[in-house]
């Protein structure tokens, strides 16, 4: 077998699409900029859990960070974490959490990693309060591919740190970083779930609760009287001194691929019901450990194989709140109508906290995030429907969920694309941007 | 044989402390406020490895920069290394290179110098820990082989052989000083994914440097003399080892 045969398919977490890369780990900072120079472009990536194409680059060179996981310094008075940009936040809270420290902001999956983080400005449970995770890092080190070094903060080349976050990883090399962790004195989450039913209910729930933490569920399937039924959860940390060190961790990984039919509205439409009526009474409140709270799908290791051979496609917009509930209503009917059952469907009402980062994707309203199985035409059609219906209601799509975004959308949704666009690395791309820069 | 202070090796010298299983191993000791001394060549990666062994609650981390060929100067750096430890626990000798086999096939010069980083500057640094051990009367010597040392295969013999002679050199060492309380333990890893084998294709076999480093502390802990790693090698060895050298010569592996 020829060398670098299994890693020419460096798939993102969709698996699709898929396109050929040379991919190359950085284990050292002085690996890059990596010396041999070719005409073709580069990408820094960790650990390719972004769903669509911003972590991919066709016929580049991918240089992955994850063995740059080296930690630096830690205040254990102030909670203050720089570490290099490779770490990820389970190394993090492997970390910190004995410390009695947490991450500032905790997305979907905890197998991320910092630099991942600031690069698609993730946002998390808490963003209501806390904004995104690119408010909790002060400062960080950027290396441009001809090698220079730019350490970058609000007051230190503040135009850089604010185009490296959210910059979707096309400014540079993000060598380390510093996280604010936050103090708490359990691993305990005190969480409450309620069921609702429409989405007027969702956001009355969400504008009434004053926890840290919160999201919904929402079923994508049902129609009629069960239109937009869901389970609304939030909770916070424990305040009661409670367990520091961790459990043990049984992991189970998805050692193959399902078959594609393992996924159809009935088989979804039946786990949907299954997990809404798992919620026996209306409400349920109790105390959980984070992991199952924060991150219940990553006990399934690569959970995204359920979706077989052809990947799957991620969608996820927020629409302002100008149109109240009613580009959301249009959206789940879309998804409804279309048969497209998705797994997982997740909707949450962002805050209003600005984050320093120029391409940003959170903005206030109501955000909707769910998968599809790949359909050749109807999968795509929905997508486009979708897409439509966001740029109709003012909203704006997610770089990190999506593969097929038109040019013309992207730059509706993000206006202020080209004065950011200065700031590109001019050796680094990403077929993302290739598509939604019409360079492709 | 007694069990180990569960506080044991509180005061640890690398050699190679850049290599990805040696700072995997590091990492796992780091937590117990261990004391390290860090050898390696190249000073910005060592200061790097020295700084998250801090963060991670080591209690105080040393560093020496040396290419560790350098034979000659091997007596200064463990002098050094046992007078700033006090005494030393533990002893992992981390480093090596893999070598380039065909080149070493065409050229004797650079399979010598194969030979030399691998076997002759472990030889030089075992001989001055085999002693200091032996004198102090306990600690361990844990040493990163590798199962390409259990036969000679056309792919990359001049580094098996290198690893071949090294496990011979421990098996007479640990015969001379178990005795005196001294653990040897010859690490054997199968495939690993570091640098070292970044150009290769993965495969399921491969472990991650933390599994192995999992499997270095458990035969630390329980004063192993070989231990293969992770534990599939034993058997995969085993069944390679008993292949008859008449057909194992013409095979290609």
Known sequence: MPPHQDRLQFESWGRYPRLPAEVRPLYWKEDFPPPQVSSAKMLAVGMGRSYGDVCLLQNGTLLRTPNLDRLISFDAQTGLLRCEAGVTLAEILDFAVPRGWFLPVSPGTKYVTVGGAIANDIHGKNHHVAGTFGLHTPCFELIRSDGTQIVCSATQNPDMYAATIGGIGLTGLISWAEVQMRPIVSRLIRYQSTQFVGLEEFVALSRASTQEYSVAWIDCVAQGRNFARGIFIQGLHDENPGPLTPLAKPKLALPFDLPDFALNRSSVGAFNTLYYHKQITKQRSGLTDYEPFFYPLDRILQWNRLYGQQGLLQFQCVLPWASDTLGMTELLKAITASGLASFLAVIKVFGDVVSPGMMSFPMPGITLALDFPIRREVSFALLDRLAAITAEFGGRMYPAKDACMSAAHFQQFYPQWEQWAVYIDPSFSSSFWQRVAGLA | ?253
């Not at chain 2, 046992?82 to 065909?102: P, S």
């Not at chain 2, 440097?209 to 599939?232: N, T």
């Open chain 2, 1 to 253: 044989m007694p069990k180990r202070d569960p506080g044991f090796p509180s005061s640890v010298l690398v050699l190679g402390a850049t290599s990805s299983i040696a700072i995997a191993t590091m990492r796992r000791l780091a937590a117990g406020n261990s004391r390290f001394m860090l050898v390696a060549r190249h000073s910005d990666r060592l200061t790097a490895v020295a700084q998250d062994l801090l963060t991670r609650g080591a209690a105080t981390v040393d560093i020496w920069v040396m290419d560790l060929d350098d034979t000659a100067a091997h007596p200064e750096m463990l002098a050094a290394a046992a007078e700033r430890l006090g005494k030393i626990d533990l002893a992992l000798i981390a480093h090596g290179v893999l070598g380039d086999q065909q080149a070493a096939e065409a050229d004797f010069e650079i399979a010598a110098a194969i030979l030399h980083t691998n076997f002759i500057s472990t030889v030089s640094l075992l001989t001055w820990l085999g002693n200091y051990f032996q004198t102090q009367r306990g600690g361990a010597l844990a040493v990163v082989s590798s199962v390409a040392g259990d036969r000679g295969r056309k792919s990359n013999y001049v580094y098996g052989a290198s690893k071949g002679a090294l496990n011979i050199f421990l098996e007479g060492l640990r015969n001379r000083i178990d005795r005196d309380g001294v653990q040897v333990l010859t690490i054997k890893p199968g495939f690993v994914a570091t640098p070292m084998t970044a150009h290769v294709a993965h495969n399921a076999l491969f472990a991650t440097p933390d599994q192995v480093a999992r499997g270095i502390l458990k035969a630390i802990e329980r004063r192993r003399d070989v231990a293969y790693l992770p534990w599939f090698w034993f058997w995969i060895m085993l069944l390679v080892r008993a292949i008859p050298g008449s057909r194992f010569k013409k095979m290609n592996m």
